[in-house]
C-alpha cells in the first residue's frame, strides 16, 4: 500500500502511460494523413501542380489548332499505349505530322507518359486517382479505352476513335479484344481489326447495331463465341486465312450478311456460327473443312451447298430451317454422304441429316428410307405434310420435328421400337414415352402407359380442348402443349413426379388440375409446388405487375418466371436458392431486391431481363455463380447490403 501511494505521487501509473502513448500514435497517424493521405497536403499540391500543367497543355492545344486553322480535325495516335509522341492531323489544304512536343512547349517527359491527344482532345492515359481527379477538374478526359497488357478490355461506350464516316481502326498495340468490349455501342459502322489482334473474346461485337463492315487483316487467329452476334446491319466481313476458330454462334443473326469467305485453315464449323443470317452465297477458300455442327448454317437462305471432299461429319440440324435449299452437290471424292430425293443422308442411309422443304413443297406424304435408324431433322415447316410413314428400321424419332398437319402415321409391323396408339407415337422401349399425338379429336383421354410425355408432343393435337394424362406418367417435359390449338383443360394423374416448370409455356389460360392422390406436387392460386410447398415450379397465368412469394418457397425452380413478361417486381420473402433462368425474359422487371436467407443464385438467374436497372443483395456469403446475371441489358448496380 505505501509503494503505490509512492509511485502516486512521484510518477505515472501503467494505465496512464498506455493511453498517452495510444493518443501519440493517433495524433502521428493523423499527421500522416494530413501531410501524404487521399486529401492531404502532399497529394494537394501533387493535384494542383498537376491541374496547372495540364490546364496549360490544353490551352496550347487549342492556340495550335485555331493557328493552324485546322478545320474538321481528326487526331489520332497510331497506339494508344502511354508515352506516344507522334500526333498527325489532317487539314483541308494539307497533311502535317507534328509531335507532341512540337505542340506543346515545356511539356515535362512525367507528363508525356500520362498524356495523348486524340481527336483534338488532350486525354490523361493513366490509372492514378490523383491524375484523372486533377484532370476532370480542369476539364481534360481519362482516356476511354481500357488496355492492360495489350488487352483491349472496353470502350466505355465512348468511341474517340471513330471518324466521321463511323469508322475504327484499333491501334497496333492490341492484341486481344476482350468478351463484351464493343457490345451494344452505336455510332461504329466499320471495324478495322489490325494483325496483331490474335483474338476477338465472346461478345465483343455483340448488338453492335449500327455496324455495318468488318475487316480483319492478316494475323487475326480467333473469332470467339457469339462476337458479332445481333449486328443485324453487318452486311461484309473479310476474314483473312490465318482464322484457325470461328466459335460458335460467332455471327449468329447477322441477317443482312449474305456473302462470306471462308478461311483456308478452317477445320470446324461450329454450332449456329452462321445461324439466321443472310446467306446466299458461301465460298470455301481451302479444302480443310472436316465438321459442321448443330445449326452452323440454320436458316440462312442459299439455295445450293457444296458438300467437300474432307467432310466427315454433319450433325442432323447443321441445315435446319434453311427453306430454299434443294441442291446439294456432294464432291465426287466425298464418299460419307448423299443426296437423293431430297434428303441429305449418311452414306450408309442409317441418318437423316437434310429434308429439302422445296422438294416436298406438293407432296402429302412423308416416308422415311428404310434403313434410317434415327431422324431428327425437323420437317415441322412442312405443312402440306398429312401422312407420315415410319419404316422397320427406325429406331428414334426426334422431338418437335413433325407438322402439326399429320392426321394419319404408319408404322412398319416388324417396328421393335415405334408404335402408334390412340393417335400418338409412343415408343416401345424404356422408357416409354409419348412422342408425338396428332389426334383431332376435342378430348384426348390418354390409356396407353406411358413414363414420359416429351417436348412439345401435343402440337398436332390442334382441336384438344382437353387432355387427361394417364395416372402412370411420372415426367412432363418442356412446352408440351405449346401451340396446341383451343386446349383449355389438362388433368394430371397421380404418380407425376418431374414436371418441368415450362410444360405448360405461356398457356396462360390452361386449366390444369393435379389428382388428389398425387404425393409430389399440388397447385394453389393457379400457381404449382411441390406438395410441402417448399418448391415453386411455375406460375400458370400471366403475371401482371408485383409478384409475391408465400413464407414456405425456399427455392424457385429453373425456368419458372420464364418470359412473364408483364410482371413487373417479386418479392422473394424467405427464399434460399435461385436457379437457371428463374427471370429470364422478364422484360419489365427493374428491380430485384435478394433477401438475407439466400444460399444460392445460378447461371443465367436474369438472363435477358433487358430492363432489370438494379439487384441489390442483402448478404455477401453467397455462392453466385459468374453468369448468374445473363447480360440483363440494362443492368447498372449490383449493391451488397
Known amino acids: 500500500m505505501k509503494l503505490n501511494r509512492q509511485t502516486k505521487e512521484n510518477g505515472i501509473t501503467l494505465v496512464a502511460l498506455v493511453v498517452t502513448i495510444v493518443v501519440l500514435i493517433i495524433l502521428a497517424g493523423v499527421s500522416i494523413n494530413l501531410v501524404i493521405g487521399s486529401n492531404g497536403i502532399m497529394s494537394k499540391a501533387k493535384q494542383s501542380k498537376i491541374r496547372t500543367s495540364l490546364a496549360s497543355y490544353k490551352e496550347q492545344l487549342g492556340i495550335f489548332i485555331a ?126 481489326i489490325p494483325g496483331t489482334v490474335k483474338e476477338i473474346g465472346i461478345n465483343a461485337f455483340a448488338n453492335n447495331q449500327t455496324l455495318e463492315n468488318v475487316i480483319m487483316e492478316d ?125 441429305l443422308m449418311s452414306s450408309s442411309k442409317s441418318n437423316v441429316l437434310f429434308v429439302s422443304k422445296k422438294y416436298y413443297e406438293n407432296k402429302t406424304t412423308f416416308e422415311i428410307p428404310e434403313g434410317v435408324t434415327e431422324f431428327g431433322c425437323k420437317i415441322i415447316e412442312f405443312n402440306n405434310i398429312t401422312k407420315l410413314i415410319i419404316p422397320s428400321s427406325l429406331q428414334k424419332l426426334g422431338v418437335s420435328v413433325l407438322p402439326t398437319t399429320i392426321d394419319t402415321v404408319e408404322v412398319a409391323n416388324n417396328n421393335n421400337y415405334l408404335k402408334t396408339a390412340e393417335n400418338c407415337i409412343y415408343t416401345k422401349t424404356e422408357p416409354k414415352t409419348l412422342l408425338f399425338c396428332y389426334s383431332k379429336e376435342s378430348k384426348v383421354e390418354l390409356k396407353e402407359p406411358a413414363e414420359v410425355i416429351a417436348a412439345k408432343s401435343f402440337i398436332g393435337a390442334t382441336k384438344a380442348k382437353e387432355i387427361i394424362f394417364n395416372n402412370e406418367t411420372k415426367r412432363f417435359d418442356r412446352q408440351i402443349f405449346s401451340a396446341s390449338g383451343v386446349l383449355t383443360d389438362v388433368t394430371i394423374g397421380e404418380k407425376a413426379e418431374n414436371i418441368n416448370s415450362m410444360f405448360a409455356y405461356r398457356m396462360f389460360n390452361l386449366n390444369i388440375k393435379i389428382n388428389e392422390k398425387n404425393p409430389n406436387y399440388i397447385i394453389e392460386n393457379r400457381v404449382l409446388y411441390t406438395k410441402n410447398k417448399e418448391k415453386l415450379i411455375t406460375a400458370l397465368y400471366e403475371i401482371n405487375g408485383k409478384f409475391s412469394l408465400i413464407d414456405e418457397v425456399k427455392e424457385i425452380a429453373e425456368e419458372a418466371f420464364y418470359s412473364q413478361d408483364k410482371m413487373t417486381g417479386i418479392d422473394l420473402n424467405k427464399v434460399e436458392i435461385l436457379n437457371s433462368e428463374n427471370f429470364a425474359y422478364c422484360t419489365n422487371l427493374e428491380k430485384i431486391e435478394v433477401p438475407k436467407t439466400i444460399k444460392t443464385i445460378n447461371i443465367r438467374t436474369f438472363s435477358n431481363a433487358t430492363n432489370l436497372k438494379e439487384i441489390i443483395i442483402n448478404k455477401k456469403e453467397n455462392s453466385i455463380s459468374d453468369a448468374a446475371w445473363g447480360s440483363p441489358l440494362g443492368l447498372r448496380a449490383i449493391k451488397w447490403e
Open 67 to 192: 493557328d493552324k486553322k485546322i478545320e474538321n480535325t481528326e487526331f489520332y495516335e497510331e497506339s494508344l499505349t502511354a508515352g506516344k509522341t507522334s500526333v498527325a492531323y489532317n487539314t483541308k489544304t494539307n497533311n502535317d505530322e507534328k509531335t507532341i512536343k512540337d505542340i506543346i512547349k515545356n511539356i515535362t517527359d512525367e507528363d508525356l507518359e500520362k498524356i495523348e491527344i486524340i481527336k483534338g482532345k488532350l486525354i490523361v492515359n493513366t490509372k492514378d486517382k490523383n491524375v484523372i481527379e486533377a484532370a476532370q477538374n480542369v476539364g481534360v478526359e481519362p482516356n476511354p479505352y481500357n488496355i492492360e497488357n495489350g488487352e483491349l478490355k472496353s470502350d466505355s461506350g465512348n468511341l474517340l476513335l471513330v471518324d466521321e464516316n463511323g469508322t475504327l481502326r484499333l491501334p497496333d498495340s492490341v492484341t486481344k479484344i476482350s468478351s463484351g468490349a464493343f457490345s451494344n455501342v452505336e455510332g461504329l459502322r466499320t471495324i478495322i
Open 219 to 343: 494475323g487475326v487467329e480467333t473469332i470467339g463465341g457469339w462476337a458479332f452476334q445481333g449486328c443485324k446491319n453487318l452486311a461484309e466481313v473479310e476474314l483473312p486465312d490465318t482464322i484457325t476458330t470461328i466459335a460458335a454462334g460467332a455471327f449468329y443473326t447477322c441477317q443482312k450478311l449474305e456473302y462470306i469467305e471462308i478461311p483456308v485453315n478452317i477445320e470446324t464449323i461450329e454450332s449456329y456460327a452462321f445461324c439466321t443470317t443472310g446467306l446466299t452465297n458461301i465460298k470455301f477458300r481451302g479444302n480443310n473443312i472436316k465438321t459442321i455442327k448443330d445449326s452452323a448454317f440454320g436458316n440462312c437462305n442459299f439455295t445450293e451447298f457444296e458438300i467437300q471432299e474432307n467432310v466427315e461429319s454433319i450433325d442432323k440440324a447443321a441445315f435446319n430451317g434453311c427453306k430454299q435449299l434443294d441442291k446439294i452437290q456432294i464432291n465426287s471424292k466425298n464418299t460419307k454422304f448423299i443426296y437423293t430425293n431430297g434428303m
